[in-house]
């Protein structure tokens, strides 16, 4: 599996630590490809590459191609880049572009195949299971009927530029769509290969599983593997959701949640012994009287 970039989207400003990570890791060897489409009709191509120079010439990068047409491209002709930068625009007229070339099905197989992938905005959006994480923002004005993105981060959706006031939304979307998201900010981003994911950037990022809400602070790394489905497996260290919830984000994430006592243990000692001799004396008082009612039979 390839490597993904997956950017909350804004201005060069809000993205410049990803971006230097992203530099960091594919190398000056080749150049960098650039696909500019969800911003057609928007702005002018010339000058989304200009933004791309602007970007990316102080951190090193010069070589930088701009595909505008999709049609007729294979995996070996990505193959020359070091990586594939997707820009950000109108979600559903990418993904329509891509599905109408045929470059989706090309872009999944580079990406399976090692590739590199940064995804911007809507670029990023495209890469997870549903992109109508974006319906909040972007038109669909192509008319596009199947949601599905390229589900190549194992079942997790994207949601971009969010802020706390998206939360509802994201709730909505996960009771219609059944499935997790990690939200991206402005400033924020989450690096993505083989199930792992680093968050990246000034901002915390959020996962969002069933009714829990997980922070992701930058530099953070949490593994989340599955198989697509629902069940999949979000594994975040010590961390536990901003309602505690702790037992529900295990049952809807497959672990048993019978024996674990993690809640129990945060509060304070007091309570924890008074909690255990309470449960015991009335087990007992329950014994005492199963016992005399048989006695007196």
């Known amino acids: 599996m390839g490597s993904l970039f997956l950017s909350g989207g804004g201005d060069r400003k809000n993205t410049e630590k990803f971006d230097e990570e992203f530099r960091r890791q594919i190398g000056q060897a080749k150049p960098l490809l650039y696909i500019p489409i969800a911003m057609d009709g928007m702005i002018p191509y010339a000058d989304c590459l200009q933004w ?44 329509n572009e891509m599905r109408n070339s ?25 890469l997870g299971s549903n992109i109508m994480t974006s319906a909040h923002l972007d038109d669909n004005r192509v008319g596009v009927h199947d949601f599905a993105g390229l589900d190549v981060l194992d ?28 939200a991206l900010p402005e400033e924020s981003g989450a690096y993505f290969q083989d199930g792992h994911i680093k968050v990246t950037g000034t901002k915390s990022a959020y996962l969002f599983i069933g009714d829990d809400k997980v922070e992701l602070q930058p530099g953070e790394a949490f593994n989340f593997s ?32 019978a024996g674990d006592y993690r809640n129990l243990e945060t509060m304070p000692k007091a309570l924890q012994v008074g909690g255990y001799l309470f449960v015991g004396l009335a087990v007992i008082l329950f014994v005492s009287i199963v016992v005399a009612g048989w006695v007196l039979q």
Not at 83 to 91: C, K, L, Q
Not at 113 to 120: A, F, L
Not at 226 to 235: F, K, L, M, T
Request: glycine share 14%.
């Open 52 to 95: 791309m120079r602007d970007v990316f010439n102080p951190l090193g990068i010069h070589e930088i191609v701009m595909w505008t047409d999709l049609h007729r491209k294979s995996v070996d002709d990505l193959q020359q880049f070091s990586a594939v930068y997707i820009g950000g625009g109108n979600t559903f007229h990418l993904l």
């Open 155 to 182: 079942g997790l959706a994207v949601w971009c530029h969010y802020e706390n006031e998206n939360d509802e939304m994201i709730r909505r979307y996960i009771e219609d769509f059944d499935a997790p998201v990690i």
């Open 226 to 257: 599955g198989d697509g489905e629902y069940d999949a497996q979000a594994i975040v260290g010590d961390k536990k959701p901003f309602n505690d919830a702790v037992g529900h984000m295990q049952s809807i994430e497959g672990y048993p949640a």
């Open 102 to 126: 045929g470059f989706d099905r090309v872009l999944k197989e580079y990406i399976q195949g090692g590739g590199v992938v940064y995804g911007g905005s809507a670029g990023a959006i495209i």
